[in-house]
């Protein structure tokens, strides 16, 4: 609101202005949203700074991924509520290896009370993440799983980023030095690379980049974007696959300018996809196996000297919230009830820089906003906005 107010009141200051004050239509106001900061217990174990990432529901229970960073290191840590992230008590973590004693919990999913958790900390010789995968067991405490370094790292490795749950089967997209590429498993313990299936990794013509991935209840859709030959900027990009082991390229429409697809999620009607198209925020439904584009919401700073695009999506039938970054700030979208996409009021607004964090969670009910400033790790919650 102030970016927008601004120009308004210099326009008014000064005498050489031309035009009136009706020829400025007046911005919609935000919707009210009454947010609830709920308290997160500091986990046992050494007093520091709580650090969170990612929330996600399932079967009335809510996780929360993030850790506590101690001094100069860091410790894994997690949360849960079982009153719809009212209160939370603190997860009990027994990491086995070096790196996971150090990780940061970045991304959960979960299935009924089965749960897979995302860890990593840069560290070693050239400071690359060093990822480990968790689960839970019978005991309640989170471990990490032990797995070759090259199943997430070596010398073909990009970037690994969130897991996502399906009905029968756990999903990672990520990317290796011939493109993209995902990790899949049929527990919660057995992670399988998939990084030589010919619809994913790149070719003479495209290069290929994975960046989130959503199950739509028949299969596997994973989204991202390709370097296509002769082409300045990047297109959209989508796949589908049964089972996570083989793939298939969807079409998705594109522009003349720099588009990609960062977020996707379940609808009432199919999937919704949000990205980056030209210089703001896009978005792309899928209906019967077909891509459309569809609203474009927010602009970009062209100023912005950081991360620009989809931080999460959330939908909850045909509503949905979208938290994005224009390159310089946070802020978050709705959806909510129709086609137009408008700015939603957050009590927090991180600048996008590292270590900082905007991401939102839903149920039907309730919507979950997580929110790390480089400082202070805090969470809120509120009935979704209308």
Known sequence: MRRLLTPLLACLALTACTGSQEDEPAPPALP???????????????????????????????????????????????????????????????????????????????????????????????????VTTWYQRPDGVFTDVVAPFSLFGGDQAVSVERVAAGPDSWLIAGNRTAGAAVWVADDERTFELVDDDPALIRDERLDTLAIAQVHDGAGWTVVGSGQVAGRVNRVPMAWVSPDGRTWERQQVPTSEGFTDLERVART????????????????????????????????????????????????????????????????????????????????????????????VGATDDTVLLVGDDGKTGRVWRAAWPS
């Open 32 to 130: 009210a949203v009454a947010w609830e900061q709920v308290s997160l217990p500091l986990p046992e174990g050494p007093a520091g700074r709580i650090a969170v990432r990612e929330a996600v529901a399932c079967d009335g229970t809510w996780w929360l991924a993030g850790g506590v960073f101690v001094g100069d290191g860091s410790v894994p840590a997690g949360w849960r509520s079982d009153d719809d992230g009212r209160t939370w008590t603190s997860l009990r973590f027994a990491p086995r290896g070096y790196w996971a004693e150090r990780a940061i919990m970045s991304s959960v999913a979960c299935r009924g009370d089965r749960v897979v958790m995302v860890g990593a900390k840069s560290g070693g010789a050239h400071g690359n993440p060093r």
């Open 268 to 359: 009432d009607d199919g999937l919704l996809a949000v990205g980056l198209r030209d210089d703001r925020f896009g978005t792309w439904r899928r209906e019967g196996g077909t891509w459309t584009a569809a609203e474009s919401f927010g602009r970009l700073d062209p100023d912005g000297q950081a991360f620009t695009g989809a931080g999460s999506l959330a939908t909850a039938g045909d509503r949905a919230l979208a938290a994005v970054s224009d390159g310089t700030a946070y802020a978050l979208w709705g959806r909510l009830g129709d086609d137009d996409w408008r700015e939603v009021e957050i009590p927090v607004s991180p600048t996008a820089a590292g270590e900082h964090v905007l991401t």
